[in-house]
């Protein structure tokens, strides 16, 4: 059994981690990195639950910015393409676009376990706190002190966020109508207010004809993509 | 039906309308919980709300609190499964789905669409936070810029501007 498992990748049936090199390369425009990143490394489930954790409890304000600099920079799990589209496709889901990347990254690597391990690592520590603060508010019917300090860390958190976005756009060398989706969403939700699912449902149908557009795969443009 | 068992069935259907995560369904909770259910006042939920804001972690564990105000441990334990499960079977199908098509040309391409609209969705949640930290003054703002540069332009852990901004923050509003 135990050899069974190790010939046989614990993830998807035949998956092995270099496809997602592959499949990069069979669609060259969009990986725009030419200078090859650094090797990605194939996580353990151990990896994952820890990797994960670190993202929980770090991710004040939200969690974004801390999965993205564990997943793609600290551990290299990840390019910046992959983890990017994988966020994508778990922003059109109901649920934290996180969480959903934690179920479909756990899954890649390491099956059922592999999406339990990671979703348990992302909420641990957070409840953990939360069962303290819960206490605490319940028994003092107050929240701590620490107003100042986390608005302070709050603030911090913004602009982490804010530098991740930056940062994601610059790396992922966007088209310009890719430019174009990002900055009327991020109008529409910052500026407009407008619910999240009705920005996603407006702008993704459009951003994906857009991309097949460019990949030549759509209205027979061909020539457009070169 | 058990009290508990409400609960579940109350944060599974949140869970199943929450596109864009916990912001996007807060309004909805919000109308289930206080005016529908009746489990607590607007400035519970409120205060709870805040609450759930000083953990780290997904924004989503709001339902946690709020399943702990109702029903204790058990309370908080259906709410979080509530939350979590129905939206995490989603991504395993959706997982399984852009498996099962990772050999047609068109998949790359239409999962490359959905990214520019996720990194605004980020870019504007960031700057919503911004938003909300300038309420207390000017000097949070000068945090989110350095914090907002530091980790755009540089590969240093972020901790460091996490850690900045809460001790000026306790300096500055003591």
């Known amino acids: 059994m135990r050899?069974?498992?190790?010939?046989?990748?614990?993830?998807?049936?035949?998956?092995?981690?270099?496809?997602?090199?592959?499949?990069?390369?069979?669609?060259?425009?969009?990986?725009?990195?030419?200078d090859a990143p650094p090797a990605l490394t194939h996580p353990t489930p151990g990896a994952l639950f820890f990797g994960y954790l670190k993202i929980g409890l770090f991710g004040f304000g939200g969690v974004a910015a801390w999965a993205r600099r564990v997943i793609v920079e600290e551990r290299r799990w990840l390019t910046e393409r992959d983890y990017a589209e994988i966020l994508g496709m778990g922003q059109i889901l109901p649920g934290p676009n996180v969480g959903n990347a934690a179920v479909m990254i756990g899954r890649r690597f390491h099956g059922l376990a592999g999406a339990l391990l990671a979703t348990a690592g992302l909420y641990f520590a957070p409840l953990i706190i939360l069962i303290g603060l819960c206490l605490f508010y319940d028994r003092y019917g107050q929240l701590p002190a620490v107003a100042p300090?986390?608005?302070?860390?709050?603030?911090?958190?913004?602009?982490?966020?804010?530098?991740?976005?930056?940062?994601?756009?610059?790396?992922?060398?966007?088209?310009v109508e890719a430019l174009a989706v990002l900055l009327l969403a991020a109008i529409a939700a910052f500026v407009f207010r407008l619910p999240l699912p009705l920005i996603v449902v407006l702008l993704a149908p459009v951003s994906i004809a857009f991309s097949l557009w460019r990949?030549?795969?759509?209205?027979?443009?061909k020539g457009a993509a070169r | 039906m058990t009290l508990v068992l409400q609960i579940l069935l109350t944060f599974s259907i949140l869970s199943l309308v929450a596109v864009g995560g916990a912001n996007a369904v807060l309004p909805e909770m919000h109308r289930q919980l206080v005016?529908?259910?009746?489990?607590?006042?607007?400035?519970?939920?409120?205060?709870?709300?805040?609450?759930?804001?000083?953990?780290?972690?997904?924004?989503?564990?709001?339902?946690?609190?709020?399943?702990?105000?109702?029903?204790?441990v058990s309370g908080m334990a259906a709410a979080t499964l509530g939350m979590l499960v129905p939206a995490a079977v989603l991504a395993w199908g959706m997982a399984g789905l852009a498996w099962r098509l990772r050999g047609a040309p068109w998949l790359k391409p239409a999962?490359?669409?959905?990214?520019?609209?996720?990194?605004?969705?980020?870019?504007?949640?960031?700057?919503?936070?911004?938003?909300?930290?300038?309420?207390?003054?000017?000097?949070?703002?000068?945090?989110?810029?350095?914090?907002?540069?530091?980790?755009?332009?540089t590969d240093y852990n972020p901790l460091w501007v996490l850690a900045g901004g809460g001790v000026l923050g306790a300096v500055l509003l003591q």
């Not at chain 1, 069974?4 to 990986?31: D, L, N, Q, Y």
């Not at chain 1, 302070?152 to 088209?175: D, H, N, P, R």
């Not at chain 2, 990194?119 to 300038?134: D, N």
């Open chain 1, 3 to 34: 050899a069974g498992a190790k010939g046989r990748p614990a993830g998807e049936p035949g998956f092995s981690p270099p496809p997602i090199r592959a499949s990069m390369a069979a669609h060259p425009e969009t990986c725009p990195l030419s």
């Open chain 1, 149 to 175: 300090v986390m608005n302070g860390i709050a603030a911090g958190a913004a602009g982490m966020v804010i530098g991740t976005a930056l940062k994601m756009t610059g790396k992922l060398k966007l088209s």
């Open chain 1, 215 to 221: 990949a030549g795969l759509l209205g027979g443009a």
């Open chain 2, 35 to 72: 005016e529908l259910r009746g489990w607590m006042d607007d400035a519970t939920f409120s205060q709870l709300y805040a609450l759930a804001q000083a953990a780290p972690g997904p924004n989503i564990l709001v339902a946690s609190v709020m399943g702990w105000q109702v029903a204790g």
């Open chain 2, 111 to 153: 999962q490359g669409g959905l990214v520019p609209v996720a990194i605004g969705l980020i870019l504007a949640a960031g700057l919503t936070m911004a938003q909300a930290s300038y309420s207390h003054g000017l000097w949070p703002l000068l945090v989110v810029a350095v914090s907002t540069i530091f980790v755009w332009r």
